[in-house]
């Protein structure tokens, strides 16, 4: 079992073309023996947004706080502390923060 604070976890800056104001910590990974899955914690500051992207794998996201939006292949959807997404493989996506504070994210993938 592993317990520990996620703020044990180094903060990384996200540099990949795209990106606006966007960190991550890796909170649980396969470094940490877990078998299946690896959960992320994502930041991005007001008036940012992740890359507009896809790939193979599934990911599901549970709003901690902010505001914003998730875009997709087919318009958008209004995301807030408490909402839910589930995004399939392969369907482009990406985030982005409308709010005045950060918008805080856990994204779970595969291993």
Sequence with gaps: MIVRM?????????DAEGAVGVSKRVLISE???APN?????FVI???GNTPYHTH??????????GQGHVRHSHGKY??????VALVLPDE???????GDEPLIFLCSIPR
């Excluded at 193979?56 to 706080?65: N, T």
Aim: proline letters at 2%.
């Design 56 to 65: 193979d794998w599934e990911h599901v996201i549970y709003v901690l706080s």
């Design 92 to 98: 482009e996506h990406g985030f982005v923060n409308t």
């Design 31 to 33: 470094a940490d023996g």
């Design 6 to 14: 996620f703020t044990d976890v180094e903060n990384q800056r996200i």
């Design 45 to 47: 500051e007001p008036g």
């Design 78 to 83: 209004g995301i807030e502390a408490g909402s």
């Design 37 to 41: 899955f690896i959960m992320r914690q």
